[in-house]
């Protein structure tokens, strides 16, 4: 999944409006974040394979540190405790460990058996990555409530919170379709580095243009 992890982190910020959208992102694109510089070092694997399902061309057999369920449970929990010391913001907090967790059901009810429980454990994946429709509806229409829901939560302060919003927004759809229309990559490496950059780009604007927005009281 893709875009509907950004959903998760947009419609958190109706819930946890006083934490950035950023923080609120990065939970719920957590396992995402980790697993390209993971794979760079060599602690998880994947391939290059297309038609492994309609959707992807990734084979994705080895990834247990950044995408099983008891890791998710660890980063959820530490990324929160994190936040808890730092800010002391309970909604903040609750939707951080809600966000990271997300993520590993959200991938389950997308990816084929390869979401692993634990490390070296039985892996599960519902698979609706084999059917392209089913996989672009569920995902706009989650993305949709998403972005609706951030929408009714804030409001732009200044041209930078209205335009780099719906930049950031449009980049994601355009993006997200693009994918579906180029040839898959050759290499790991590039998946991973482009993934890493993506990251942090994403992250760095969705910071700088929630500053630029107010919350709706
Ligand atoms: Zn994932």
């Known amino acids: 999944m893709f875009i509907g992890h950004f959903a998760v982190g947009f419609a958190a910020k109706k819930f946890a409006p006083r934490t950035s959208l950023a923080v609120l992102l990065a939970a719920p694109l957590f ?68 966000g990271v967790m997300s993520h590993w059901f959200l991938d389950w009810i997308t990816h084929r058996p390869d979401m692993p429980l634990y490390p070296g454990g039985p892996r599960y994946g519902l698979g609706l990555w084999d059917s392209i429709p089913g996989t672009m509806i569920v995902e706009f229409a989650m993305f949709g409530i998403g972005v609706w829901l951030y929408v009714r939560a804030t409001r732009p302060r200044d041209r930078i919170g ?38 942090v780009v994403m992250l760095v604007w969705a910071w700088w243009f929630d500053r630029h927005r107010a919350i709706r009281e």
Do not use: Q
């Not at 057999?61 to 660890?74: I, K, N």
């Not at 693009?178 to 580095?193: H, L, N, Y």
């Open 162 to 199: 209205r335009y780099a919003f719906l930049a950031y927004v449009a980049l994601l759809l355009v993006a997200y379709v693009a994918d579906r229309c180029s040839p898959p990559p050759t290499s790991p490496a590039e998946v991973a580095w482009p993934g890493l950059v993506m990251g």
């Open 31 to 98: 396992s995402d974040l980790l697993w390209p510089p993971f794979l760079l070092i060599g602690w998880e694997h994947m391939r290059i394979d297309p038609g492994n399902t309609k959707f992807t061309p990734f084979d994705l057999y080895d990834y247990p540190w950044s995408h099983s369920l008891v890791m998710c449970a660890v980063w959820a929990t530490a990324f929160a405790f994190l936040h808890h010391l730092i800010t002391h913001y309970r909604p903040g907090t609750i939707a951080i460990w809600i």
